[in-house]
């Protein structure tokens, strides 16, 4: 069971006044906050173990390697994977799908190839695949979706061919909230033995994920979407999949032996991960992992769920109000539009009396152009959110109806 009271008490950020007014954030598709045991462990890292990564032999050096190599563990755990080596670490999502699409896509695309994403991607799920294929000739093809929000899963068949080399498709929409059959999906693509990828941004911090269920090639996500720092995040790939990429970015870790003439690579994870790598963030991405096994995946699911039906159903009943995103199986997202207000207007006005939503396409435009608009409000809620702040938000909603329109 959670208990907002005692969650509350765990982010320090929320106890504020902005602009007079308690916070109430709702942004937490963009980012979420940070409870005390993820702030003080970046703080005492910095404080205490401050060192490079399996670069030294001395006690700091292995703290440090120790914090590094530890959460490495704990996401194989969080994800059900079968070996920590299948973790790679990267800034983020954006940043793990740049990863994949130069060193594994790259090697094996050709004129006239096919890359198949859904039409409610993420523009870091659309252009990174776009950089690496226009220039060889590709090109990305897209899935489909009703009105609602729902990806149309009977045409994937139909959409892939014999040029088809890979499919990207994110796990829960950031701007509608939909929640994709991804297990359905890696089946469809594992039948027509294409590798497939999932963005799992906006899952893992409200379901619990399980990728070898799922059976995808790849998984990414980005640890500040749940309770960690910025900065760190992680692709999970088939052991057999990490080893056929060639690596995105040389530097140090990632080499065997250097020569003038020849470099040969170290094993997975290191060869994909060159460089000084974000070792406060990744120590503090397993705190947040932790947090999140304390409080339970599954309460936090079940809370959010609750809330959204209730916020579903108080903001869907303001006039002129219409809610994008419907789909059958939703997460904690209620984007909308109002008639006659710009979304930035809503924003501006929420702001003023502490609410914080974000406003614009939300880095969806292709989803946005399905609907005809070109921008929505987005309430996005946690499970530190409560009922309460979902009345205050509709009572400010309605105020600012009331003004605008009389
Ligand atoms: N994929 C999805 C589904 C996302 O929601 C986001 C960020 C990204 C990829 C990129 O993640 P990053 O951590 O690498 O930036 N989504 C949002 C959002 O909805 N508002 O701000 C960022």
């Known amino acids: 069971m959670i208990n907002p009271e005692e969650i509350r008490a765990r982010f320090p950020v929320l106890d504020q006044e ?51 190599d530890e959460t490495r563990e704990k996401i194989r755990g969080m994800l059900g994977a079968k070996e920590a080596e299948e973790i790679i670490f990267v800034r983020g999502t954006t940043e793990g799908i740049n990863l994949v699409a130069n060193g594994f896509l790259r090697r094996i695309l050709e004129p006239g190839d096919e890359i198949l994403v859904s039409q409610m991607e993420h523009h870091a799920n659309i252009v990174p695949w776009q950089l690496v294929a226009h220039p060889l000739g590709a090109k990305i093809k897209s899935i489909p979706m009703d009105e609602n929000g729902d990806l149309m899963i009977e045409k994937i068949e139909g959409l892939i061919n014999s040029k088809t080399k890979f499919i990207s498709v994110v796990h829960v929409s950031n701007s509608l909230g939909t929640i994709n059959p991804v297990k359905e999906i890696c089946e469809i693509a594992k039948k027509a033995g294409v590798p497939i990828l999932i963005d ?16 995808c ?14 900065g760190i995040g992680a692709v999970y790939g088939k052991r057999e999949r990490l080893e056929e990429m060639d690596p995105y970015q040389g530097g140090g870790d990632m080499i065997r032996s250097v020569t003038f003439e020849e470099t040969t690579y170290n094993q997975i994870p290191a060869k994909l991960e060159a460089g000084t790598p974000n070792i406060a963030g990744t120590i503090g991405l397993g705190k947040a992992i932790d947090y999140l096994k304390e409080i339970g995946i599954e309460n936090i ?28 199986n939703k997460a904690s997202v209620v984007s909308f539009t109002i008639d006659g207000i710009h979304s930035h207007d809503i924003g501006g006005w929420l702001d ?22 070109n921008s929505t409000a987005r309430a996005s809620f946690s499970h530190y959110n409560t009922k309460e702040e979902v009345d205050k938000l509709v009572v400010k909603l309605k105020e600012m109806c009331d003004w605008w329109f009389n």
């Open 18 to 68: 902005v602009n007079g007014h308690p916070l109430i954030y709702l942004d937490n598709a963009a980012t979420t906050q940070k409870p005390n045991t993820v702030i003080k462990s970046v703080t005492e890292y910095y404080e205490k173990d401050n060192s490079n990564v399996h670069r030294g032999i001395h006690t700091l050096s292995q703290r440090a390697s120790d914090g590094y």
């Open 301 to 328: 699911e079940k809370y959010e769920s609750e809330l959204l039906e209730y916020a579903t159903e108080k903001i869907g009943a303001i006039d002129k109000l219409t809610i994008i995103g419907s789909a059958k």
């Open 200 to 215: 799992g941004a906006q899952a893992v911090p409200h379901m619990n994920v399980d990728v070898l269920d799922i059976g």
């Open 352 to 373: 003023e009396h502490g609410i914080a939503v974000r406003t614009g396409h939300h880095c969806t435009q292709p989803a946005m152009n399905c609907y005809g608009i």
């Open 217 to 230: 090639d790849f998984y990414v996500f980005s640890g500040h979407k749940m309770y960690g720092p910025t």
